[in-house]
Nanobody, 126 residues
């Protein structure tokens, strides 16, 4: 069963913006959701996370001030607004739902994410 579907990736010039969307299935709609990314030859890394009520958010140092995570619970959708994109942001971006997260303090740790989307490619040209 597909529980998360990403969309919104594409090719953009450096300095440009993209907004990614992650649609979740009804049965995991209350889970915290995170965005991760994986560049070729690199480990998958944490980008940002948000809890169901949007009370808690976390983001990585590399994207702070440029990327913003948000969610619309009426639409079961989590967004990642990405501004001032740079070539080093080029990666496949994945959203994931954290079924096993006991504390938002560890939302950066991918081991707590139970369900993953298929990923969407973001390419930033210089």
């Amino acid at each position: 069963q597909v529980r998360l579907v990403e969309s919104g990736g594409g090719l953009v010039q450096a300095g440009g913006s993209l907004r990614l969307a992650c649609a979740t299935s009804e049965d995991i709609r209350t889970y915290p959701v995170g965005w991760f990314r994986q560049a070729p030859g690199k480990e998958r890394e944490f980008v940002a996370a948000i809890d169901y009520s949007s009370t808690h958010r976390a983001d990585a140092d590399a994207v702070r001030g440029r990327f913003t995570i948000s969610r619309d619970n009426a639409k079961n959708t989590v967004y990642l607004q990405m501004n001032s994109l740079q070539p080093e942001d080029t990666a496949v971006y994945y959203c994931a739902a954290a079924g096993g997260l006991q504390s938002f303090a560890i939302a950066f740790d991918r081991q707590y994410y139970t369900y993953w989307g298929q990923g969407t490619q973001v390419t930033v040209s210089s």
